[in-house]
């Protein structure tokens, strides 16, 4: 919601206000403009949190790329070894050794990076979730309060009623966001 929008709901809000029939209309629409606000911070942070979780994951399988690579590039080294005449075979016994060594190493950090990696992403999925909840409950705040604000134009009740439907709707979403592990 802009701050014009809020400055324009305040306005009509005021308005009302004079009249003491509409002082709960009114007081609504505060409670409902703090809560698009609350669940506005809580959606960008979320966003942000699956956004870190991304970059994480990446990091992880690029990480888990370069290993590849390097585990490659030394089979391939340790095979030509095998197969061309050297000159001194008790040093190239020795270099085959500390390459065999390093690919059981290798070996071993692919899984655990393939699992890093995975369970980044899981975290990037269930933040997604929540943030896509908190964008609803903003979205079902925004329209109770904007229904709610048609009450003081029109002093029909019933808008208000129907603001109130849409605000605990986003209640309840805003509260699913935190449900989902």
Do not use: C
């Amino acid at each position: 919601m802009e701050a014009n929008e809020v400055g324009e709901l305040k306005e009509h809000a005021e308005h009302g206000a004079h009249d003491s029939s509409m002082r709960p209309v009114a007081f609504t629409m505060s409670v409902l403009a703090v809560l698009v606000a609350v669940t506005t911070v809580l959606g960008h942070r979320t966003h942000t949190e699956a956004l870190l979780y991304t970059i994480n994951k990446t990091d992880m399988w690029n990480e888990y790329q370069a290993q590849k690579i390097r585990s490659t590039d030394t089979g391939n080294t340790a095979d030509l070894m095998s197969v061309l005449a050297v000159a001194d075979k008790e040093k190239a016994a020795a270099k085959l050794k500390g390459y065999e060594d390093h690919q059981a190493k290798w070996n071993g950090d692919f899984e655990k990076d393939q699992e890093k990696a995975k369970a980044f992403e899981e975290q990037f999925e269930q933040a997604e979730l929540r943030a896509n909840r908190f964008d609803l409950s903003e979205t079902l705040l925004e329209i109770g309060l904007v229904i709610t604000s048609v009450t003081l134009l029109t002093k029909n009740r019933m808008y208000w009623y129907f603001g109130i439907a849409f605000a605990l709707a986003g209640v309840v979403s805003a509260l699913s966001a935190f449900l989902l592990h």
